[in-house]
């Protein structure tokens, strides 16, 4: 039997000798220990010392109903007790997986009616590079097999996914990324801009992918993928021109166009997809964290019709996971769909919380410490930089951002760090009270992150 742990400190040994945890410094972690949480309620967490902190980040951008709801909880327990497991392999199906699948077909964009369920957004990442090479090779177009995506971008950690992320730290811990993977520029105009207007910028971000698609020639590229705005890479929210343009690019070279919604999706930008609020239409996309809002781990790949014929075509499609469809993720999924559709929270996002969460947001525009305010919706960030006037960043990028991210963890925020950028994603749930709430916190940190740097 294992020893019963009732204190913080039991809590934080056990969890130093035996558990190994994902992007985090084995050795740093070891000496400070992890901080126990214990418990959430709404947009709130408390950790083990009873402390209460406000979850600027929805988990890892994913608790979009907040902590806590009943009906989610229950509808686990119910589906444990009817049936706790059968695989969707083989011919089967179980309700939920069978109940959500329709139910998905109706909250996304036209033409998308089928989903192919994997457990994380790394998962449905991997089973789009498995459908974008039966695609082509369908089509008799074997040749097209390179997937380009993006600097910074991120779209998991598996193997595949950490190869269609475009973020360099990852790719130098392995030979990565894998062959037939290729990145381009970010639309990243705050970096990269120079003199252009936002509206210039995106368009020439955007041809950097018909510059690479004229360099290694259409038929070699099977699809392009990109989420509508990079969330671990900064919430770097591209120029209004730079998605269409991409979709007419895609369009003119025969390349699939594959939307990564794991952050956008289900709310996040005030549109129940990312892609509807920036105008594109893929013919791909796939989703995880907001499908559930987190309580179970769930994920799915959309995929429009014409491709689910031309794969249909070619008999067995050999891919899936013990865990695709599973039912429990699946009623869990349902519950936290209906709630998001009968308390329409997402309407509540593009025209109350999310407004004034980005009004609230862009007052930051004036602190010594800020370049540049980004958001849309009810995710955001502000971009650290050394000189307001000249877009300098630090030259050690990362180093103030942490600063900043340990005075909140100090004083019960959380918010996360991406380079110098402080990035927010809260629960789509959250009030205004709780939005004004995390701003003067917020502030209260960047200013003690300026007085560190000597900006204030
Ligand atoms: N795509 C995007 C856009 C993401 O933000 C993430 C996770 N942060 C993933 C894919 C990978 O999802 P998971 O961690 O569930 O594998």
Redo the contacts with the bound molecule.
């Keep these: 039997m294992s020893t019963v742990l009732n204190s913080t400190r039991q809590w934080q040994d056990e969890d130093r000798d035996h558990h190994l945890h994902p992007f985090t410094d084995i050795n740093v972690l070891k000496k400070k220990g992890a901080r126990m949480i214990t418990r959430g309620e709404g947009v709130y967490l408390w950790d083990s010392e009873g402390e209460k902190i406000i979850d600027g980040m929805a988990g890892?951008?994913c608790v979009g109903l907040g902590y806590g709801r009943k009906e989610l909880s229950a509808a686990a327990a119910r589906q444990m007790d009817q049936l706790a497991y059968y695989n969707t392999f083989f011919q089967t199906s179980t309700m939920p997986a069978t109940e959500l699948s329709g139910l998905l077909a109706e909250v996304t964009p036209e033409g998308f009616n089928h989903v192919f369920y994997g457990c994380?957004?790394?998962?449905s990442?991997d089973t789009v590079v498995r459908l974008v090479w039966r695609y082509w090779d369908m089509r008799g177009k074997p040749g097209k097999k390179t997937i380009i995506g993006r600097i910074n971008g991120?779209?998991?950690?598996?193997l595949a996914?950490a190869s269609l992320g475009g973020m360099g730290f990852m790719h130098a811990q392995g030979p990565l990324p894998l062959p037939g993977f290729v990145h381009i520029e970010q639309p990243h105009w705050y970096v990269n801009g120079g003199d252009l207007s936002p509206a210039e910028y995106g368009l020439k971000a955007a041809r950097a992918l018909e510059e690479k698609i004229a360099e290694l020639g259409a038929e070699t590229i099977g699809a392009f993928i990109g989420?509508p705005i990079q969330?671990?890479g900064g919430v770097i929210v591209p120029p209004e021109t730079y998605w269409p343009e991409i979709e007419r690019i895609c369009r003119a070279n025969d390349i699939l166009l594959i939307s990564?919604e794991?952050?956008c999706g289900f709310g996040r930008t005030g549109n129940w997809f990312g892609c509807e609020t920036f105008g594109f239409e893929p013919d791909i996309m796939?989703m995880?964290?907001g499908m559930s809002s987190g309580y179970a781990p769930i994920?799915g790949v959309m995929v429009k019709d014409h491709i689910v014929e031309t794969i249909g075509d070619g008999g067995e499609f050999a891919h899936g996971y013990t865990y695709s469809g599973h039912p429990v993720s699946c009623a869990v999924a349902l519950a936290n769909i209906t709630i998001l559709k009968d308390e329409k929270i997402i309407d509540i996002v593009r025209t109350d919380t999310g407004p004034y969460f980005q009004k609230r947001l862009g007052e930051f525009a004036d602190h010594p410490l800020i370049g540049e305010v980004r958001g849309k919706g009810l995710v955001g960030a502000v971009q650290i930089a050394r000189d307001k006037k000249s877009r300098a960043l630090f030259d050690d990028v990362g180093r103030v951002g942490g600063i900043c991210r340990d005075h909140c963890f100090e004083n019960g925020l959380i918010m996360r760090a991406s380079g110098d950028s402080m990035l927010l994603s809260p629960p789509l749930v959250v009030t205004r009270a709780e939005i004004d709430e995390m701003m003067d916190k917020a502030r209260m940190c960047l200013d003690l992150t300026a007085r560190d740097v000597g900006l204030s």
């Design positions: 890892l951008w994380s957004g790394s998962e990442n991120y779209h998991g950690s598996t996914g989420e969330g671990a990564d794991v952050i796939t995880a964290k994920s």
